[in-house]
């Protein structure tokens, strides 16, 4: 079992930055699959980023340049990096995690993933 725990989110104006943290607890383990999501009210979930089990770091197209997504030293917390806010990034930002896969976690579809935190809202608004 491993639990989640996501932190960070709030409000912001349109051009600041918010770092979101994912903490991992239980029976954690570098070999997963790690990601960041997201949901607006009335949209479907969408892929921020992720993270393999080698540490590469993708970044979904939507958010390159203004995201990024690394893990601290320990492997056990996930930070969401985010600048140039902008109102449609307002959502609820989900950390979760898939242990059948450990590579290309982008593509791995959300409904795969096992484990999910309570999320963070974000909102983006002058």
């Known amino acids: 079992q491993v639990r989640l725990m996501e932190s960070g989110g709030g409000s912001v104006q349109p051009g600041g930055s918010l770092r979101l943290s994912c903490t991992a607890s239980g029976h954690t383990t570098t070999s997963v699959c790690m990601a960041w999501f997201r949901q607006a009210p009335g949209k479907g979930r969408e892929g921020v980023a992720s993270?393999?089990?080698?540490?590469?770091?993708t970044i979904a197209d939507s958010f390159k340049g203004r995201f990024t997504i690394s893990p601290n030293n320990a492997g056990n917390t996930l930070f969401l990096q985010m600048h140039l806010l902008k109102p449609e990034d307002t959502a609820m930002y989900y950390c979760?995690?898939?242990?059948?896969?450990?590579?290309?976690?982008?593509?791995?579809?959300?409904?795969?993933?096992?484990?999910w935190g309570q999320g963070t809202q974000v909102t983006v608004a002058s």
């Open positions: 979760a995690a898939d242990t059948t896969h450990r590579e290309w976690c982008l593509l791995v579809p959300d409904n795969t993933y096992t484990y």
């Open positions: 993270l393999d089990y080698d540490d590469t770091k």
